[in-house]
């Protein structure tokens, strides 16, 4: 009896060691998803570079044009 109760501990040790290793997983796997939404915010600020760029530019076109010959 005493016997098979040590095997009975064992077997609920190696248990918990496995549900310690998913929690790790899962942590790892959140991680992943906030650094991919940073690289999506770091796009988003490039496009609103790029677009007061063109405003620029063509404020620039409207001037030249604007001049008397």
């Known amino acids: 009896m005493r016997y098979q109760q040590q095997q009975q501990q064992q077997q609920q040790q190696q248990q918990q060691q496995q549900q310690q290793?998913?929690?790790?997983?899962?942590?790892?796997?959140?991680?992943?998803?906030?650094?991919?939404?940073?690289?999506?915010?770091q796009q988003q600020q490039q496009q609103q570079q790029q677009?007061?760029?063109?405003q620029q530019q063509?404020?620039?076109?409207?001037?030249?044009?604007?001049?008397p010959n």
């Open 21 to 41: 290793q998913q929690q790790q997983q899962q942590q790892q796997q959140q991680q992943q998803q906030q650094q991919q939404q940073q690289q999506q915010q």
């Open 51 to 54: 677009q007061q760029q063109q």
């Open 58 to 67: 063509q404020q620039q076109l409207t001037i030249l044009n604007a001049k």
